[in-house]
């Protein structure tokens, strides 16, 4: 009989490609179809309720109830023309997912299709069900969505989808759009303030957002065949195969045929939800891939990166595929992240990272890059915070991700920039473009994409014109991340804004006021740039002697949340108050706590009742084994001493696993959640996981191969 390993390596083989038509020769033909965008509501509403859509859109401006009747009559028509029966409020809970609750358009006392203006506004979830944090009880369930006119309506599966925030019924943000579109109030705030002192034009500047998305792709067989995959979303068991990525042949290679397949679909239902899907590529190690879009809004670009995330596991379906966005699914290769390439934009079509032609354009380029450095100088753990996860915990510092030290890397050319307008900032200064001259400044036009080198160890990157925020999750919502970034810049553009200005009014001119207190801004920030190797041991030691953190598990990186001046920061900016801080951080300790908790019964339950039975199986085989060979007068030592080693192997696999199923009983009777989170870091992660591991992996080259109860790596991660 073969065993579920065999039945699973036979259906891979037995695979049939699946066709993939797309829907018209040109992209542009089917672009957006399925969005109720701007050009389908210039179509459809009256001149008069679309100029007030617009306004919610680009000024925040409330819709008024006879407002929201007309557009949800038009998005009613349009969405049924289409074939849709139900629709649904499309929200972003703290479980780093997105939720959904369908109801009908039909109304049967009305005996026809109905879709109300209060509907498309607002709805009720039960709010006492998704993770809050403590702020609400169980018996206290009220919640409420809102639209948010600022990202299109859509069409998903013959479903009205209305992107929405999702708050408590005390007012708290239970989700992660709320901070986010606070946050871009507060850096638009900051940063138009600071460029009035170069142009008295610019009247809003958007952050901008092109999010490179790393994932894994192994056949559903095989994912279904590996329970651990199924439950924790990663392997955890298995040794190295003897080829993984050590010949560096997959990266940019040929993209495997079914592979390929399933990326021109997801492609193409993703391009039709307006999501503006740009690359393909094979990524570092075998089985992963990347996609990656052209830069939007960042609240769009947040709300598509979900969205991507969902059509891709829909699309992985048809094509009897797997997607993981696990960031280590696999032990021993390149972990998955998202590159989060972040930037601002005026009104007036600057990119404020850009530099330029104009002395004037290049100081404001140089303000907003120093500004930027000073922010995650001094907000480093909190950036680090933001980005802690269990799966992220495997994958920092290790196979090509940046370390869990929180660093800047400039490139050489901009280094000596900001080294020598640090130096020689006490030269006598004239009026004009020649102060530039004599500060070294000229040499920012030759700042162009390619002139400023890559670095990937490095955990945010300027990269030519944006910063690379590379130490983000594959899995998580990037809008966590992306609001405590928008936050610790507004807040330091606001502090040097306030410091240019005491500068003038000590009667210094505005430029030399500007340049001076650059010049103490990255004296300041200095020690957060590096420029080398961040894996190298090296740099952990002079990171120490900088005074950086190495904040290497998410319990201890969470810390930061209960900082008084964490709470401040946000509420100073209105994007978070102390009860909705407190609660992001406990709801993220449970998460910790949860992950692990699921990765440790699903190894105790594989140690025990699958690979301890079959590792007793092969024993027993050897044990005849030995005793033919006695029977005979051979000599049946070695036999005999691989018994023992099977026999130490599985006894040091039950006794830790039995340890450490008491001390998850101890740690679950502890009632703070930073203790317990750090209780299953040390006792429960680091104590017994890699001892088991090592157990099995020892078993697992001991007992032959096909008896051998899980799917191994080199099956999995080499796909046809």
């Given amino acids: 009989m073969a065993t579920l390993r065999q039945q699973a390596l036979a259906m891979v083989q037995a695979r049939q490609r699946v066709a993939v038509i797309p829907p018209a020769s040109k992209i542009s033909d089917f672009f957006g179809t399925n969005v109720f965008g701007t050009s389908q509501m210039k179509q459809s509403l009256a001149p008069s309720v679309f100029k007030k859509v617009m306004e919610a859109i680009d000024k925040g401006s409330k819709i008024d109830p006879a407002t929201a009747e007309e557009i949800a009559s038009a998005v009613k028509t349009w969405a049924m023309s289409k074939g849709v029966t139900h629709y649904t409020h499309w929200f972003q809970p703290l479980t780093g997912s997105t ?38 009880s169980t018996f206290e369930a ?174 992985a379906e048809k094509h009897s595929l797997k997607v993981l966005f696990h960031e280590k699914p696999f032990a021993g290769v390149n972990g998955s992240g998202k590159h989060n390439n972040w930037s601002l934009i005026t009104d007036t079509g600057i990119n404020l990272f ?72 006490n030269v006598k200064i004239e009026k004009g473009d020649n102060m530039y001259m004599k500060l070294g400044i000229s040499k920012i036009p030759e700042i162009i994409l390619d002139n400023t080198d890559r670095n990937r160890t490095s955990p945010f990157a300027f990269t030519g014109n944006k910063f690379e925020f590379r130490a983000v999750g594959s899995q998580a919502n990037v809008g966590g991340p992306m609001t405590t970034l928008n936050v610790i810049v507004a807040d330091v553009l606001k502090q040097m804004l306030k410091d240019i200005e005491k500068e003038m009014n000590a009667g210094k001119e505005k430029k030399i006021a500007i340049v001076n207190v650059l010049r103490k801004y990255i004296k300041d920030s200095k020690k957060v740039r590096f420029e080398g190797d961040g894996y190298s041991e090296g740099w952990t030691k002079e990171a120490e002697k900088r005074g950086l953190s ?114 998850r009983k101890r740690l679950n009777k502890e009632e703070n959640v930073s203790k317990r989170a750090k209780g299953y870091q040390k006792e429960v992660k680091e104590a017994y996981f890699d001892k088991i591991r090592y157990a099995v992996d020892k078993l697992e080259l001991l007992v032959d191969d096909e008896s051998w109860p899980l799917v191994k790596y080199r099956e999995m991660l080499f796909i046809r």
């Fill in 550 to 663: 190495n904040l290497k598990s998410t319990p201890e990186a969470l810390d930061v949340y209960e900082k008084k001046a964490t709470k401040e920061l946000f509420e100073r900016h209105n994007v978070l108050n102390h009860v909705e801080v407190h609660a992001r951080h406990e709801i993220m300790l449970e998460d910790f706590i949860k992950k692990v908790q699921i990765e440790s019964r699903v190894m105790g339950d594989l140690a025990l009742n699958h690979i301890i039975p079959t590792a007793i199986l092969y024993q027993n085989k050897l044990i005849e084994n030995a005793n033919g060979l006695k029977g005979l007068g051979l000599d049946h030592s070695a036999a005999v001493e691989t018994i023992k080693e099977v026999s130490k192997h599985i006894e040091s696999v039950k006794s830790n696993v039995t340890d450490m199923v008491e001390a």
């Fill in 142 to 315: 009220r919640g409420y969505t809102a639209w948010d006119p600022s990202s299109p309506i859509f069409i998903l599966e013959k479903t009205l989808c209305i992107p929405t925030i999702f708050v408590s019924y005390t007012g708290e943000a239970l989700d992660y759009k709320t901070p986010l579109l606070k946050s871009m109030e507060a850096i638009n705030e900051a940063s138009v303030a600071v460029c009035q002192l170069f142009d008295r034009n610019v009247r809003k500047v958007t952050p901008s957002l092109g999010v490179e998305q790393e994932y894994f792709v192994i056949d559903k067989a095989l994912f279904a065949a590996r329970p651990d995959l199924v439950m924790a979303g990663r392997s955890v068991f298995g040794h190295i195969p003897a080829r993984g990525q050590q010949l560096e042949d997959h990266y940019f290679g040929s993209i495997p045929t079914r592979v390929k397949d399933f990326m021109m679909e997801f492609e193409i239902e993703a391009l039709k939800l307006g999501i503006p899907v740009m690359t393909r590529h094979n990524e570092v190690a075998p089985g992963q891939f990347e996609v990656a879009p052209i830069f939007e809004e960042i609240n769009k670009a947040t709300d598509h990166n979900q969205l991507l995330m969902d059509v891709m596991d829909k699309v």
């Fill in 354 to 425: 850009q530099p330029s032609n104009s002395a004037r354009e290049n100081l404001q380029f140089l303000t907003f890059l120093v500004a930027t450095v000073k922010a995650v100088h001094d907000y480093a753990d909190l950036l680090r915070a933001s980005i802690a996860s269990a799966g992220n915990d495997f994958r920092l510092g290790a196979n090509e991700a940046p370390p869990a030290i929180i660093s800047v890397f400039l490139g050489a050319t901009l280094s000596e920039l900001l080294d020598e307008l640090e130096k020689n900032g």
């Fill in 99 to 136: 939720a959904e609750k369908h109801d009908s358009f039909f109304d049967m006392y009305a005996g026809m299709e109905k879709f109300k203006g209060s509907a498309l506004v607002q709805q009720e979830p039960d709010a006492s069900s998704f993770p809050n944090g403590g702020i609400r």
